[in-house]
């Protein structure tokens, strides 16, 4: 190459300031920081860093607050929409997420999630969705697919005795305080940049305080799947999605 | 001709995942045969084929890339 190209007005794309430069803790390959970057590249561009108030869940993105550069709030396992919820209503000028695991959300959470979403409270709800509890090493969660196998379930989960898995962001949709319900993956640049918008179009809907925005990201978890990233990613688009179709579910009417 | 870009990795950040090597049309990255401080072996470039289109930087999980494209 004959010319440097590495000059600041060639740029197009860096870090965004709203993470910090903290080394991430997941696994490589893993979706959360793809999915933290969306999120931080949206506030950045909204510019409502300033504003922002994040509630980090306990799982394996408990470490949240260590990476987004706004102010946080650690909550009890499953309890971030009851926090966010208690933030929003003290501070209802500022822009509040949550930031949850499906283990979080859709299990020992399931209750805060579901009331918080009935109540419409305008809270941002980011769901990761990897079908598995990551930081406990791999047991099977409410969102575990039929006969995928986790370490408490080394036979497969057996739909009879188990119950069939979790299906929690159409579940939402059906209540009327949900705003804007869509689900999202992170593996491959253009779900990325989907993603980012819909997480952009669910912090702006929360100006309207029209109820509960709540973006799913369907996640790999390529620890405790054992597959290495790449088969990981492969993995999760035939299995993963057939039965978690991307999308939006509920779109409020355009005017 | 596709405009000319270059990427800047943050090797020491990298923890050689190859979502970045999958997601690069041009095939323009590999790990390379040494490890970082963790461990790692870490994504390098290897030919001057980048376009500058960042979608390793999008897909990176820890954003450890920088991208540049000629104006």
């Known amino acids: ?255 | 001709m596709a405009k000319r870009g270059d990427v800047v990795i943050d090797i020491e950040k990298c923890k050689g995942c190859e979502v970045c090597i999958t997601a690069c049309p041009n095939n323009v990255l590999a790990l390379a045969p040494e490890v970082n401080n963790k461990g790692y072996h870490y994504a390098v470039k290897v030919n001057s084929d980048c376009i500058g289109c960042a979608n390793c930087a999008v897909v990176c999980p820890d954003a450890v890339i920088t991208v540049y494209r000629e104006k």
């Open chain 1, 1 to 255: 190459m004959s010319e440097n190209l590495i000059k600041p007005e060639n740029l197009v794309y860096k870090k965004t300031d709203v993470l910090t430069d903290r080394i991430m803790h997941y696994c490589p390959g893993c979706g959360h920081g793809t999915a933290h970057r969306m999120l931080a590249e949206v506030i950045d561009e909204l510019g409502i860093q300033n504003e922002t108030i994040g509630v980090a869940p306990v799982g394996c993105s408990v470490l949240a607050y260590y990476y987004f550069n706004v102010d946080m709030q650690e909550a009890a396992h499953g309890r971030a929409p009851a926090v966010a919820t208690g933030i929003k209503r003290v501070f209802p000028e500022k822009y509040v997420f949550t930031y949850q695991g499906d283990g979080d959300l859709a299990a020992i959470g399931t209750a805060e999630t579901i009331h918080a979403c009935n109540r419409g409270e305008n809270i941002l709800i980011v769901f990761v969705n990897n079908g598995i509890y990551g930081m406990t090493g791999g047991q099977m969660a409410p969102t575990t697919l039929e006969g995928m196998k986790s370490s408490t379930s080394p036979f497969g989960r057996d739909v009879k005795t188990m119950g069939a898995p979790l299906k929690i962001t159409e579940l939402i949709a059906q209540l009327p305080g949900t705003y804007f319900v869509t689900r999202q993956a992170v593996h491959k640049p253009a779900n990325v940049r989907k993603a980012k918008r819909a997480l952009k179009k669910a912090m702006e809907y929360q100006k309207l305080n029209k109820g509960t925005c709540f973006v799913e990201i369907v996640s790999n978890c390529p620890s405790n799947w054992k597959m290495t990233p790449a088969q990981s990613n492969k993995w999760m688009e035939e299995n993963m999605f057939p039965y978690y179709p991307l999308g939006d579910i509920k779109v409020p009417e355009e005017k």
